[in-house]
Structure formats: structure tokens, C-alpha cells
């Protein structure tokens, strides 16, 4: 019967649309049996309560008013089942977990909403932009409805950039600064992110603020306002790029942290320090460096790459060269954590298609705004975040014991 529908709407709408309404139809379909099996399961849990004459007193009653849902395949029409407890006002009340009373739209939307900001679709564009991503047939969202959402992840925003560390410890930072396509109020801001690894091995937000470019004196307010919220310890190593002015900062107000230097960072800096008939082969070089097994067989890549460019390219060298201690640091971890703690792609990857380092859109972001909407999406994506590989050795890095190419010093010795 769906093809027959398929043949149907093709001739109608065209193929695009056909497959949106099976979308739909699918969407709607499901939403109906997951709900329908959640009343099931509350009307099984009060199963027991009856009447004198052994009649049961929470029952189903109808559905509510049919609403429309926004889903990231247009709007799908819902109803939810109603239930009654006979005792009247006493009794116990339904709510569906899946489908709140007052829900309008699927969680999908507010990730789309704030990347539609940072991608630099201004208020007055939304309706049209949520009519092509949605649908035509989309009612999209009001201009004050997207406000009053604003408001709302403003408020969240600013409670948790003020909530309590005190029973916090990160084993890892991944620190970065992030540039966006929109200009914000002024050209040298930017957002600077901190996502830690804790104690369990899970990754979570740390910090979002905004900064006058990534100096050392933003970073370092940024730090400042963890440890007065009670981070009194920092972490056991911070990944970041080299040019942060993060470094001097971390020093300064966690000065026993270990640093690590991100090699997507480096390897991208120093192959622009080479012309491009170079770059091929330079880069397995430096592909040879971070994936040695041991930081001997590290250190003689790393001589092989210096002794091969340092005639020719001495800037290509030198920028390899003067982080040498910290592009290696990773080798005094567990080397189940090696592949997290090379690089700051947990950060990288949540912006990657919204961040831009050079090229700025024409509309002008709010600082609070941008802030804001950044916050969203780093939440959203927060709940897709991996644990560490190997999360049960955290608690030794904690404990400070040594590892040594990657291996507790303790089972060598063993």
C-alpha cells in the first residue's frame, strides 16, 4: 500500500515530497506506538488499584486535542492518550515523558536554531530559513516564539556559568579558541572553550566564555573563575593549540598541570611553513612522530624530520622544534587515552561547521547571543560526547601513578 501511495504522491508533488510524507507518516506512526506503550506500562503499574467491586480506577479516557509537532521533517500531527483515575481529584495523573503537554517541537530544532544563528541567519530570516529545512508546508517558527526561547537558554546560560565546582576534578582539559562566521560586538572577541574529561572518564563543558582574542589575561579570568567556584585542582594535562595565550595563563593559576600540544594544530602550522611540492611527504613525516609506539622511536621520527627540513626550512623546523617537551607529553599517559589527549577534537568537531578562523558574514551577533547559542549547541552535542577509551585508569592518572610509554609503571616492574 505505501508504494501505491509513493506512485500517488509522486504524480502530485513531486518525488521530494513524497518521500517527506512517508517520513512523516513513519514519524507518526512511531511517536503513536512508543506513547501508546508508555500508557500501557503506567495503567500496568496501577493495575492494583480498583473498587469495591474489583473494578480498576485508572483507566483509559480518549485522547487529547490532536497538536502539531515541528520535527525535522515537518510538522507531524500527535495525540496523546488520555488517562482517568475515577477517584476524582485524589487520583493519580498521566504525563507522557515522551511528549510533554506543552512540547511544540523536537529537540533536533534547538540544535538548529542556534546554528542557524552562528552560521549568521539573522531573527528576520528564520521563518524562511525553517520553511526550506522543514518543509514548505512548515509553519516554521514566530519571530517572538524564537525570542522567547532566546530568553529562555540566556537564563540556563547564566545559571550554569555560575553553578558550584567544589566536588569537581577533571584528569584532562581540551581548550581552544573559537573564531565564528558572524562578527560579534567586537572584531578581537572570540569564545573560549574548555571541555574536561572527569574522573568516571566522561567529557563535559567546563567553560564558555568570551575573550578579547585568546590572550593570556582572558584565559586566565576564565581559570580564575573555575578555582573561585571551587575547581581548586586542575587538571593533570591541558590540550591545546600552541598559540594560545592559554599556556601562560594555566601556569600561573594551575602551575602543576601538564601540557600537550594539539598535532592537528601543529601539523597544520608547520606544513604552511613549507611549500606545497614538500607538504606530502612532510607530513607522513610528522605522522610518524605521533604514532612512534614508544617516545624513543618519537624522539628519532622527530630527529629525522629536523635533520631532513632545518637546511632549507628552518621556519617549518623551528616550529616543530620549540615544543618539542609538550608535543610529547601524551607518552607519560596511558596510551588508551593517547588518541583523545593528541589533539583537540572534542572541541574541533563541535564546531566544525560553524567555525571560521578568517572569513566573517555580514550580520553583527550580540555577545550575549553568541555566547548563548554556542552553549546550546555544545549541551546538545555534549550527549553524543564519548568516554574515554580505558576509563577505568583514570583514577590512576588522578592518583599521579607513573606511566611510561603509555604503561603503568607498575605492571612493568610486575
Known amino acids: 500500500m505505501w508504494k501505491d501511495n509513493l506512485i500517488e504522491l509522486e504524480t502530485q508533488d513531486g518525488f521530494e515530497d513524497a518521500l517527506t510524507e512517508i517520513l512523516r507518516s513513519g514519524a507518526r506512526r512511531l511517536l503513536a506506538q512508543a506513547i501508546d506503550a508508555e500508557v500501557e506500562r503506567f495503567l500496568a503499574s496501577h493495575a492494583d488499584v480498583v473498587d469495591d467491586n474489583g473494578r480498576r480506577q485508572v483507566v483509559r479516557n480518549g485522547y487529547c486535542q490532536e497538536r502539531q509537532i515541528q520535527t525535522g521533517v515537518g510538522s507531524v500531527a500527535v495525540k496523546v492518550p488520555r488517562v482517568r483515575d475515577m477517584r476524582g481529584v485524589d487520583g493519580v495523573k498521566f504525563t507522557s515523558k515522551i511528549l510533554p503537554p506543552y512540547l511544540r517541537k523536537t529537540r533536533s530544532l534547538e540544535e538548529l536554531i542556534p546554528w542557524l544563528y552562528l552560521k549568521g541567519v539573522s531573527t528576520g530570516d528564520f521563518s524562511e530559513a525553517l520553511s526550506a529545512l522543514l518543509g514548505k508546508d512548515s509553519p516554521g517558527l514566530s519571530a517572538s516564539t524564537i525570542s522567547r526561547l532566546k530568553d529562555g537558554w540566556k537564563d540556563e546560560f547564566s545559571r550554569w556559568n555560575k553553578r558550584s565546582l567544589k566536588n569537581k576534578r577533571y584528569v584532562y582539559f581540551w581548550v581552544d579558541g573559537v573564531y565564528l562566521p558572524v562578527r560579534l560586538d567586537h572584531e578581537k572577541q572570540c569564545l573560549l572553550v574548555i571541555i574536561g574529561a572527569t574522573g568516571d ?29 571551587g575547581l581548586e585542582q586542575g587538571p593533570k594535562l591541558a590540550i591545546g593549540d600552541g598559540a594560545l595565550g592559554f599556556w601562560k595563563a594555566l601556569r600561573q593559576v594551575y602551575g602543576k598541570a601538564g601540557e600537550q600540544r594539539c598535532w592537528v594544530h601543529k601539523t597544520a ?36 624530520f629536523v635533520d631532513t627540513y632545518e637546511a632549507k626550512y628552518p621556519k617549518a623546523a623551528e616550529c616543530l622544534v620549540k615544543d618539542r617537551e609538550e608535543l610529547l607529553a601524551f607518552y607519560d599517559f596511558p596510551a588508551e587515552h593517547w588518541k583523545h589527549i593528541r589533539t583537540t577534537n572534542p572541541v574541533e568537531s563541535v564546531f ?43 583514577a590512576h592518572v ?17
Not at 555580514?362 to 547559542?373: E, H, I, Q, V, Y
Request: net charge positive; charged share 35%.
Open 201 to 229: 572518564g566522561d567529557k563535559e563543558l567546563v567553560a564558555l566564555e568570551d575573550g578579547y582574542g585568546e590572550s593570556a589575561q582572558s584565559w586566565k579570568e576564565v581559570l580564575l573563575s573555575l578555582k573561585s567556584r
Open 269 to 304: 602550522n608547520v606544513l604552511n611553513k613549507l611549500p606545497k611540492v614538500e607538504q606530502g611527504k612532510a607530513k607522513e613525516r610528522l605522522h610518524a612522530i605521533w604514532m612512534a609506539p614508544t617516545k624513543e622511536n618519537a624522539g628519532k621520527a622527530f630527529d629525522l
Open 398 to 414: 588522578i592518583k599521579g601513578v607513573r606511566f611510561i610509554d603509555g604503561v603503568c609503571e607498575e605492571r612493568i616492574a610486575a
Open 352 to 394: 566544525s561547521t560553524v567555525k571560521m578562523r578568517t572569513r566573517k558574514s555580514r550580520g553583527c551577533l550580540s555577545r550575549k547571543t553568541a555566547l548563548t547559542m554556542a552553549f546550546r549547541l555544545l549541551v546538545s552535542a555534549q550527549k553524543r560526547w564519548r568516554k574515554l577509551d580505558g576509563s577505568d585508569l583514570v
